[in-house]
């Protein structure tokens, strides 16, 4: 804890906790939105993907419908992001705490375990919002025109527990993602204050380099289950009825490197660029708000007296 914390209440550290994790969020997905859009169009499809098809969707949406549809989508995403970075930052804070995680590296297990619990979570308490995130990002803005119409109509058509398809597969690739993402990134700094500088903080562009390595780590490791996700999520038609049967059916018609690790090549572009962007906002917004909040405590105090 920074020395401007020490002045500073638990329900202090959960708030900035939480706005430092919500800005993060915002900024990171927001930078990726149409690198974003464009993977979940081909995780859905049996259409193989390549770089140059990329290209070629991002240039056609532009095209058939203007600039602003490669953000389509985004603003569920922004509705899902800002809460679910918020809580699963704050999360992995009050998860350490409880399960005694050594900020020396000598709990590397628990330090695994705090992250996996983290994204489960905050993926929890927001997955309906990342399905009508899904949704919007794979569909033409005439079938579903807001965030409100996505829930309107999967809830007349589908049902409410349409709400929660995919989440099981969610749920075991948000494991190793999140507990690898968090375990390398804390893991580097570690290892930078020890060898490098051993400043309460790294530098923001160390920190940008720490969190790409995290990111492009924890999202391999979690690939297939992603693809899952997304075919169960927009599966209007209901194909795919449970995971096994997902698994069959992209392995039968799409094979393995075709099927389930589709994309994966975008990914290791944008989810660098996003958990980077995410992890180093978040620590520097963090240290940012706490200072503010300590100072203004401070003069409180200093006018007080």
Known sequence: MAISDKSLSSADIVLTSLCAGAIAGALAKTTIAPLDRTKINFQIRQEPYSAKKAIKFLKVTFKNEGFCALWR????????????????????????????????????GKQ???GSLAGITSQTLTYPLDLARARMAVTHKDAYSTLRQVFIKIFKD????????GYIPTVLGVIPYAGVSFFTYESLKRLYRERVDNSSKPHPVASLGFGAIAGMLGQSSSY???IVRR???????????SISE???VIYKYEGIKGGFFKGLSMNWIKGPIAV??????????????RKLVADVKHCKWNFCN
């Open 246 to 248: 997902t698994l069959r």
């Open 73 to 108: 989508g985004n603003s569920a995403t922004m509705a899902r992001i800002i809460p679910y970075a918020a809580i699963q930052f704050t999360a992995h804070e009050q998860w350490k705490t409880l399960l005694h995680v050594d900020p020396m590296g000598s709990t590397p």
């Open 224 to 226: 297939p289950l992603d």
């Open 158 to 165: 589908e049902g409410i527990l349409t709400f929660y398809r």
């Open 276 to 289: 980077g962007i995410s992890f180093a906002t978040y620590d520097h917004s963090k240290d940012i708000l």
């Open 112 to 114: 695994f375990i705090s």
């Open 231 to 241: 075919r169960m999520q927009t599966d209007i038609y209901k194909q795919y009825n």
